[in-house]
T-cell receptor, first 114, second 111 residues
Framework: KAGVTQTPRYLIKTRGQQVTLSCSPI?????VSWYQQTPGQGLQFLFE???????NKGNFPGRFSGRQFSNSRSEMNVSTLELGDSALYLC?????????????FGPGTRLLVL | GESVGLHLPTLSVQEGDNSIINCAYS??????FIWYKQESGKGPQFIID?????DKRQGQRVTVLLNKTVKHLSLQIAATQPGDSAVYFC??????????FGEGTQLTVNP
């Protein structure tokens, strides 16, 4: 079974631009979560989607948004990019939204904002 | 083998030794915990998990211990190999499916 896939793997943008990242979950998984990883803040939860609905949201500004499609694929968008948005963005999928479901991570998208 | 009582950002061991990585979690109501391994340039890889109704769980060469009284998790790796070199994170499920991660421990295995 294929793992979680994320595209693109690397991205360079300039301040003020916007970016869209894509995540395809493991087949059969319906819950997708997004995390931001930086050297200073570590791994931080962004949001979680299940059945095309955002179920949970972390403490990030409104510039960070996401959505989920009927096939469980998810995208996240960051508008008006700032230098501090440079990070590894990780997507994780699990079977469902209930607690105790193991989340499996993709390889991440490395975003560099210049 | 190497053993640490508190979280350390780095841990260096000799190949073949046993390693113990510690983690403190924050929420006494958390009931699901996971250890992940992250190699350079890759996403976190699931190693082992444990639920709050257990205090020990074993996998292949790995054991997780949970002490709810002091909100402490540990990961034991037996016969550590060079391929075990990575950053190890503990994570607790705090709200719904939200994972809160620890700071991570860089494990280096010397041949």
């Amino acid at each position: 079974k294929a793992g979680v896939t994320q595209t693109p793997r690397y991205l360079i943008k300039t301040r003020g631009q916007q970016v869209t990242l894509s995540c395809s979950p493991i087949s059969g998984h319906r819950s997708v979560s997004w995390y931001q990883q930086t050297p200073g803040q570590g791994l931080q939860f962004l949001f979680e989607y299940f059945s095309e609905t955002q179920r949970n949201k972390g403490n990030f500004p409104g510039r960070f948004s996401g959505r989920q499609f009927s096939n469980s694929r998810s995208e996240m968008n960051v508008s008006t990019l700032e230098l501090g948005d440079s990070a590894l963005y990780l997507c994780a999928s699990s079977l469902g939204p209930a607690g105790g479901e193991t989340q499996y991570f993709g390889p991440g998208t490395r975003l560099l904002v210049l | 083998g190497e053993s640490v009582g508190l979280h350390l950002p780095t841990l260096s061991v000799q190949e073949g030794d046993n390693s113990i990585i510690n983690c403190a979690y924050s929420n006494s109501a958390s009931d699901y915990f996971i250890w992940y391994k992250q190699e350079s340039g890759k996403g976190p890889q699931f190693i082992i998990d444990i639920r709050s109704n257990m205090d020990k769980r074993q996998g292949q060469r790995v054991t997780v211990l949970l002490n709810k009284t002091v909100k402490h998790l540990s990961l034991q790796i037996a016969a550590t190999q060079p391929g075990d070199s990575a950053v190890y994170f503990c994570a607790e499920e705090t709200s719904g499916s939200r994972l809160t991660f620890g700071e991570g421990t860089q494990l280096t295995v010397n041949p």
